[in-house]
């Protein structure tokens, strides 16, 4: 024999024990239960409440949302953009370090030895005999 119950807050549909008759091929003496929910005990046992409600024409479409993530991402660029130009454009400077020209001038082989910074002493010349 096989005994059924079901949790709480459902019901049981059908016998609440089938048996097993012996014979070829065995068979149960009915089919087994179901559990269904017993809406009205859930019903009676709480009290359902609506917190809030959304008023359909406040509610943003897509079009309208779209605009409202756009937009602000569009102003923080060309915000970005004009800080940008003012700085490299108009103070002469790069954000990045970055510039086209250099501030200093090549050095050429021959300017090299020229300098005083590369001269070592006195040169002495000596005779050997």
């Known amino acids: 024999s ?11 549909i ?11 091929p065995s ?9 269904k929910v017993a809406y009205e005990e859930l019903l009676d046992n709480r009290k359902l409440e609506v917190t809030q ?15 409202a ?23 002469g400077k790069s954000l990045f370090g970055f510039s086209g020209s250099h501030s200093y001038s090549p050095i050429t082989v021959e300017s090299d030895f020229s300098n005083p910074l590369y001269e070592a ?4 010349e000596y005779e050997v005999s």
């Open 2 to 12: 096989l005994r059924f119950f079901c949790y709480e807050g459902f019901e049981l």
């Open 121 to 124: 002493g006195d040169t002495r």
């Open 14 to 24: 059908g016998e609440v024990t089938i048996t097993c008759v012996p014979g070829h």
């Open 27 to 35: 068979q149960w003496t009915s089919q087994p239960p179901l559990c």
């Open 69 to 91: 993530i756009l937009l602000p991402l569009g102003l923080v660029i060309v915000l970005g953009s004009g800080v940008y130009i003012y700085y490299t454009k108009l103070q």
């Open 53 to 67: 409600t959304t008023d359909p024409s406040r509610q943003l479409e897509g079009g309208n949302l779209a605009l």
